[in-house]
């Protein structure tokens, strides 16, 4: 982390993970053990446990994200929810072209910058997730993965826009397997999504976005990780869901 150029977010995505009762429960639970950090702090939530997230947290310091949102801003999409909805609820941020979301509904590059410039229209502040597979990393083309993934999602925003914008690197291959990008890894290819958006925008604004590490950060790994000059928070999975694991990360970019 550069803290003289960027404040390091960590970030909760629960999943499909917590009804209501467990929501409020685990939330009750962070309001206690995280307090005041120097890093933000977002819980990115399942749709139905949104208006139970917002409520509980306000005036703290926890913000309330949620997991996706279409691209157009009403119409016949049945099942879908839009940015609008989100942001009249009063959430703040948006996480966007997870790996998951790729892999499981047919997400791509096009439909992300879609959703990613409706989140923007909507006041949120999305959170784009990038990243390679294992059969990418093994025949070495994880920077041109990542860096036409970057571009292609972020077409059409501007200079001013990227302000609002946080991407995480999610190494697919790390993501609920277990495994863990090293320290390096994470590093040199956040390195890479900062160099691409230094392409695009200007090495001021590169310098300004923060990148989080996405694949499986957790209480042990987390200090090494977040040591690294280029990697700014993370996007936590499985320990976002277990205050302790969770709170002590947080304490970790506090650091």
Known sequence: ????????????NWKMNCDRVKA?????????????????VVLCVPFTDLETAVELTKNTCLKVGAQN??????????GEISAGMLAEMGVEYVVLGHSERRQYFGETDETVNQRLRAALDAGLKPILCVGEVLSQREQGVTEEVVRQQVKIALGGVTKEEMENIIIAYEPVWAIGTGKTATAQQAEEVCGQIRGAVAQLY???????????YGGSMKPENAKELLSMEN???GLIGGAALKAADFTAITEAANQ
Not at 3 to 11: D, G, L, Q, T
Not at 73 to 78: D, I, K, R
Not at 202 to 212: K, P, R, S, W, Y
């Open 24 to 40: 409020k429960e685990l939330i009750c639970q962070l309001k206690e053990t995280i307090t005041n950090p120097v890093c933000g």
């Open 1 to 12: 982390m550069n803290r003289e150029k960027r404040i390091p977010v960590i970030a909760g």
């Open 69 to 78: 949102c279409h691209w157009a801003a009403s119409g016949a999409f049945t």
């Open 231 to 233: 990697v700014d928070g």
């Open 202 to 212: 200007g090495q001021e604004t590169a310098q300004a976005l923060v990148v989080q």
